[in-house]
């Protein structure tokens, strides 16, 4: 089992950047896919980014676009979010995952396939 918490998150304009941090406790963390999801008021939870184990494999969300850019430190146990250019419709909550089913497993896509979650950190991008 793993213990995820974000941080990172805050209040920026249009075009800003920010940097998301998940600190993750437990057992092999390095063992674990690990991404980044959001959720705005009033919507379903939405696919970010995923990272392999290894960091070898990634995936995006189609509304990214090159804007953002995730990583992890296996070494820190922590996964990364760096964001650019955000938008007024990057606002959300922002959380971290993790899955131990294998980069392959399952659709990493769909919130459900994902079995341990941060709190979540709020993202707010004024116009």
């Known amino acids: 089992q793993v213990q995820l918490v974000e941080s990172g998150g805050g209040l920026v304009q249009t075009g800003d950047s920010l940097r998301l941090s998940c600190a993750a406790s437990?057992?092999?963390?390095?063992?674990?896919?690990t991404g980044w999801f959001r959720q705005a008021p009033g919507k379903d939870r939405e696919f970010v980014a995923a990272?392999?184990?290894?960091?070898?494999?990634?995936v995006y969300g189609d509304f990214v676009k090159g804007r953002f850019t995730i990583s992890r430190d296996n070494a820190e146990n922590s996964l990364f979010l760096q964001m650019n250019s955000l938008k007024p419709e990057d606002t959300a909550v922002y959380y971290c995952?993790?899955?131990?089913?294998?980069?392959?497993?399952?659709?990493?896509?769909?919130?459900?396939?994902?079995?341990?979650w941060g709190q979540g950190t709020q993202v707010t991008v004024s116009s």
């Open positions: 437990g057992r092999a963390f390095s063992r674990y896919t």
């Open positions: 995952a993790a899955q131990n089913t294998g980069w392959g497993g399952s659709d990493l896509r769909n919130a459900i396939n994902w079995a341990y």
């Open positions: 990272i392999s184990w290894s960091a070898h494999a990634t």
